[in-house]
C-alpha cells in the first residue's frame, strides 16, 4: 500500500541519518576514551553501523535462502547466513579505493575459497552429492550478494566519513522515488515486462535523471559540511547518481528475477508496504561496489 510505503519509507531514512550520526558520536567517545588514536579493528565511523551490517547481511541472506528453497534449490539458511556475516566481515579489509592493498584483496578473497572447502567437506561427510551444486552455490551467493556490499559501504564511510555515506546511500534511494512516482505519472511503456511487468522505461529514465540531480546536489552540500574531509564536485556527483540510476535497477531485477523463480510477490514482511529487507535493500546492493570505487 502507497500509504504504508509513505511513512516506513521517512522512517529508515530518519533511522539511516540518526544510525550515521549516533555511529560517528560514538566512535570519536571511543577515541577520545583512549589514547586518541584509532582503536584496532573499530575505527571511526564504523562501530554501530558494522554491527548493523551484521545483523541486516544474515537477515538478507535468509529471505534470499527462503526464494531459493522455493525455487527447488537445496539451499539451508544457517550456511547463507554465516557466509553472508563473513562477507559483511571483509569490512576489516578494506580501505580506500585507492589505497587498498593485493594483501587486503588476498586476504578477503580467501574466504570464499574457506567456504568452498568447508561446505566440500560437509557434503563429503554427509556422503551424497544431491544438491551439492546448489548448496554451494547458495553460500557464495549470500557471500557475495547479501554480504559483501555492506563491506563496501561501510569502507566508503571509513574513507570518506559519516555524510558521503549518507549522501550516497540517499541517492540511490533518490533513484528509487524518482523511477516510482514518474512511472506512476508518465509510464507507457514496459521495461521488461516478463520479469517485472510494473516497472516502464519513463520510470527508468525518472530514476536516473533523479539520482544525478540528488548526486549533484549532495556534492554541492558537501563543500559545506564539515563531515566531508574532501568536497565532491558536482559534475562528479552527477556522474555518480546517474551511474547508481542505472545499476539500481539491474539490482531491482536481479531481486525480480529470484522472486519470480520462487513464486512470490515479497522477498519477506518485515517492513509493511514494502516487503523484507531484500526489498528495500536491492538497489543497494550493486551500487555498494560503485560508490566505493567512485567516491572512496
Request: proline share 5%; with cysteine; aromatic share 8%.
Amino acid at each position: 500500500m502507497l500509504w504504508q510505503r509513505l511513512i516506513t519509507g521517512p522512517l529508515l531514512i530518519l533511522m539511516l541519518i540518526g544510525l550515521v550520526w549516533l555511529d560517528e558520536t560514538a566512535s570519536t567517545t571511543m577515541v577520545q576514551a583512549g589514547d586518541g588514536g584509532e582503536i584496532p579493528f573499530a575505527p571511526r565511523g564504523t562501530v554501530l553501523l558494522a554491527m548493523c551490517a551484521l545483523v541486516v547481511a544474515p537477515l538478507l541472506a535468509r529471505e534470499i535462502a527462503g526464494m531459493l528453497s522455493r525455487a527447488g534449490s537445496a539451499v539451508h539458511e544457517w550456511p547463507c547466513m554465516l557466509a553472508a556475516m563473513l562477507g559483511a566481515c571483509s569490512m576489516w579489509f578494506l580501505g580506500s579505493a585507492e589505497t587498498v592493498s593485493a594483501k587486503s584483496a588476498g586476504a578477503m578473497l580467501a574466504v570464499p575459497v574457506a567456504l568452498i572447502t568447508l561446505m566440500a567437506f560437509a557434503l563429503m561427510q554427509r556422503r551424497s552429492a544431491a544438491g551439492a551444486s546448489s548448496t554451494v552455490a547458495g553460500v557464495l551467493l549470500s557471500w557475495a550478494y547479501a554480504g559483501l556490499p555492506w563491506a563496501f559501504w561501510i569502507a566508503l564511510d571509513r574513507a570518506e566519513g559519516p555524510a558521503v555515506l549518507a549522501g550516497a546511500i540517499l541517492t540511490v534511494k533518490s533513484t528509487d522515488i524518482g523511477a516510482y512516482f514518474t512511472g506512476m505519472a508518465i509510464g507507457r511503456t514496459k521495461l521488461i515486462p516478463w520479469l517485472s511487468p510494473g516497472k516502464t522505461r519513463e520510470g527508468f529514465v525518472g530514476g536516473l535523471v533523479m539520482g544525478a540531480g540528488t548526486g549533484a546536489l549532495f556534492a554541492w552540500w558537501s563543500g559545506d559540511c564539515s563531515w566531508v574531509a574532501t568536497p565532491i564536485d558536482p559534475v562528479r556527483g552527477a556522474i555518480t547518481g546517474a551511474i547508481f540510476g542505472i545499476l539500481g535497477p539491474i539490482g531491482d531485477l536481479a531481486e525480480s528475477l529470484l522472486k519470480r523463480e520462487a513464486r512470490v510477490k515479497d522477498s519477506g514482511h518485515l517492513l509493511p508496504g514494502m516487503g523484507g529487507v531484500h526489498d528495500v535493500a536491492d538497489s543497494l546492493l550493486l551500487t555498494a561496489p560503485a560508490a566505493w570505487l567512485l567516491l572512496a
